[in-house]
Nanobody, 123 residues
Framework: QVQLVEFGGGLVQAGGSLRLSCAAS????????MGWFRQAPGTERDFVAT????????LYADPVKGRFTNSKDNAKNSVYLQMSSLKPEDMAVYYC????????????????WGQGTQVTVTS
């Protein structure tokens, strides 16, 4: 079993940056691909980014390509989402999630989820 806790959300002006962290506890973190998802009020949860279990491969949703960077540190049992050039439409609760083995953009394939962290972007 894996427990996930997100950190780093907050209030930022449009054009600014934030770095989200997700700390994992449990066994064999290195065997899990990690994903980031977000959900704004009244909308469905959307895929943001995913990273391979060894950190070598990443996949991003089109709206965040070139602005967000996903990284994974297996030694620290952590995954990070560096967000730059933030826009008001990036405002949402951000969740990290874990699934065994391969990356995926479908949230339903993820087994473990964090509680989420709020990102607020002001214009």
């Amino acid at each position: 079993q894996v427990q996930l806790v997100e950190f780093g959300g907050g209030l930022v002006q449009a054009g600014g940056s934030l770095r989200l962290s997700c700390a994992a506890s449990g066994r064999a973190f290195e065997n899990y691909a990690m994903g980031w998802f977000r959900q704004a009020p009244g909308t469905e949860r959307d895929f943001v980014a995913t990273i391979h279990r060894d950190g070598r491969y990443t996949l991003y949703a089109d709206p965040v390509k070139g602005r967000f960077t996903n990284s994974k540190d297996n030694a620290k049992n952590s995954v990070y989402l560096q967000m730059s050039s933030l826009k008001p439409e990036d405002m949402a609760v951000y969740y990290c999630a874990a699934k065994p083995k391969t990356i995926a953009s479908m949230g339903a394939l993820y087994v473990y989820w964090g509680q989420g962290t709020q990102v607020t972007v002001t214009s």
